[in-house]
């Protein structure tokens, strides 16, 4: 899963993300045991809010689940103290790919920050370089928060070739997106129903 960070200057990076089932027992009861979300070199506070927000919104995927997020090559997704928050449509996107077992596409690029609540947050900072950056590497599509969708579709990919633009939501929008077949039992939850 491959995500583009910006410090002064533009870099992919990519996410390696596990989700494994709940644990049985803990409790004495058979009851799940709680989740610990654990990551290497990504804002530890961030990833358990990331965490959250995805086992509220997925109950039946994530309900107590070991979630893993890795940064491979000792790199560091961090920006600033709390990370930067850019990132979290990727982390989302890594968790439920590893989830769901659905495959990411090999060319998107995920960007926006998520809320406590699944909705995604205003535009994309240094949107711009961002993008410039991921069409050196190759990306071709961009799933983004719907604030920036008007930024992004005047950045051209290179000799006049347009990005491919999603716009996302919110974590379930993300979801259904990605693989409308997998819901399963949370699509009434997903659904708001």
Partial sequence: MRIFLAGSRGFVLELEALVLPAPRG??????PAAPRPRTVGFDPTRFGMLAAVLQRAHVALFRGAEVFLNVPGGL???DSA????ACDLAVLAALLSSATGVALPATALFLGEVSL???LRRGVPRLESRLAAAAK?????????AAAMA?????ERGAGEAWTLVPVGSASE???????DWLGPDAALLSGG
């Fill in 26 to 31: 803990g409790h004495g009861r058979g009851a």
């Fill in 117 to 119: 609540t699944g909705e």
């Fill in 174 to 180: 993300l979801a259904k997106l990605l693989d409308p």
């Fill in 137 to 145: 590497a190759g990306y071709e599509t961009v799933y983004l928060p």
């Fill in 76 to 78: 560091r997704a961090l």
């Fill in 151 to 155: 930024e992004a579709s005047a950045i």
């Fill in 82 to 85: 709390r990370g930067d928050p």
